[in-house]
């Protein structure tokens, strides 16, 4: 199981007692929002993406979406999500569980800027009723992350 996986890493860092496990799912933003019990945004939600044979994980804000221009001046190509099947393979997380933490050797993590304006973020855990309430220093530290600019939606200026 995944969150195992997350589980074990943890446990190295010694933040293992620190993952959530709900009743309820919280695969979704919104299903992750009520179960954490905060605002959507606020969810630290992990999209992936291939680019040729590179395979890329964006994690941003929940109110946030990548905007396709960024994402090609940052990457040099067009977005293209895995699909379901393709996320469990090539990531080592299911989606609804995918999380920058214990992926699979050669998987890039980066954090979206959109994450920065909280002082603690939530995101998965590896399964679908998991999440980790961290802060962005400690999601960069856990995940290995670089942080990027490539998601809209979520600055004032364009709501």
Same mark, same amino acid.
């Given at each position: ?5 997350? +589980?074990? $890493?943890?446990?190295?860092? &010694?933040?293992?007692?620190r993952?959530?496990?709900? !009743?309820?799912? %919280?695969?979704t *933003? ?38 396709? +221009?960024? $994402?090609?001046?940052?990457? &040099? ?7 379901? !099947?393709?996320? %469990?393979?090539? *990531? ?6 995918v ?10 993590i980066?954090?979206?800027?959109s ?11 590896g ?10 220093d ?22």
């Amino acid at each position: 199981m995944s969150i195992e996986k997350v +589980r074990a $890493y943890f446990k190295t860092q &010694g933040i293992q007692d620190r993952i959530q496990e709900f !009743d309820v799912s %919280s695969a979704t *933003v919104e299903l992750a929002a009520q179960a954490v019990g905060v605002e959507g945004a606020r969810i630290a939600k992990t999209l992936s993406f291939k680019l040729g044979d590179r395979v890329l994980l964006i994690v941003c804000a929940g109110d946030a979406k990548v905007d396709n +221009r960024r $994402y090609k001046d940052q990457f &040099g190509g067009k977005a293209s999500m895995l699909s379901h !099947d393709e996320a %469990s393979t090539l *990531v080592g997380h299911a989606v609804g569980g995918v999380c920058p933490f214990a992926v699979n050797k050669g998987v890039e993590i980066y954090l979206d800027e959109s994450l920065r304006r909280f002082a603690t973020v939530f995101p998965a855990a590896g399964s679908s009723n998991s999440a980790i309430e961290m802060t962005c220093d400690e999601l960069e530290k856990y995940s290995g992350g670089t942080w990027v600019d490539v998601c809209k939606g979520w600055r004032p200026d364009e709501q």
